[in-house]
């Protein structure tokens, strides 16, 4: 109103103004009322879109106030012995986990909330889909673990001490339940590329992974190459690739 006044505009038209503004944001609500309604009646007929889009805006909120608590957990570390802080947890779906000096939170959706098998670090926090690969170094071997599948992959060397290796005889044996599978022979299908020096190397370590991989580096007598050994959470085979093929 002091606006309409200020440009002198007569009474007349400062109503009209006025008017308009007010149809202009009456149409505003009832659009946005109108597209709220459409969304609960969405909602409430439990079609696979609107179990995605619940499921986004439950994950954001678990986002949200796990981040939260992370910032509390930073400042109660930072200030004198007996700080203490009352941090409320909103997590409205899915199942939050206190292990391992670690927060878990697992929500199981159809919906693409992050590419499958990949892995975001934000800070302190991580989050993957189909987080359900663990990956560890025992001994002499590399293991590479989901619900399905174990693979064992042969711990050799370094990449600053190279030692003899065979591509044939990397991977131990690979676990399905009581069954295992020994004996797997794999190579370029090139005269002299399975024996030669290199090295293997477990990329990625932890519970709770998107997915994690094994590196081979395999210098041959006719052929410089390298091996990736993959497992992804949801996955019941491992993937093998060859790259960065060089041949002499």
């Known amino acids: 109103m002091n606006a309409c006044a200020s440009q002198g505009k007569s009474r007349e ?17 009832l659009f946005t009322l109108l597209a709220v309604s459409v969304l609960v009646i969405i909602l409430r007929a439990g079609t696979p879109i609107a179990d995605k889009l619940k499921d986004k805006v439950v994950f954001s909120k678990a986002e949200e106030s796990i981040i939260g608590l992370d910032s509390s957990v930073s400042d109660v570390a930072t200030e004198s012995l007996g700080s203490q802080r009352v941090v409320p947890l909103d997590v ?30 934000r800070g302190s926090m991580t989050i993957a889909a189909d987080a359900l690969v663990r990956a560890s170094k025992n001994g002499s071997s590399l293991i590479l673990h989901n619900d399905v599948l174990l ?22 044996y690979l676990q399905y339940g009581n069954d295992r599978l020994e004996n797997i ?14 090295y293997t190397e477990l990329l990625q370590s932890g519970t709770a992974l998107g997915a994690a991989t094994v590196l081979a580096r395999i210098n041959a007598s006719t052929v410089d190459y390298e091996l990736t050994f993959r497992l992804k959470g949801s996955g019941d085979f491992l993937e093998l690739q060859a790259r960065n093929i060089v041949v002499k």
């Open 185 to 198: 022979s794999i190579g370029l299908g090139l005269a002299g590329s399975e024996a030669g020096t290199g």
């Open 151 to 172: 693979a064992n992959i042969t711990l050799i060397g370094n990449s600053s001490a190279w030692q003899d290796i065979n591509a044939s005889q990397l991977i131990s």
């Open 13 to 29: 038209g400062s109503q009209k103004s006025l008017h308009r503004r007010g149809q202009i944001w009456v149409s505003y609500v």
């Open 92 to 121: 409205p779906a899915g199942k939050v986990v206190i292990a391992d000096d670690a927060i878990t939170y697992q929500l199981e959706s159809k919906a693409a909330l992050v590419s499958p098998g990949s892995t975001i670090d």
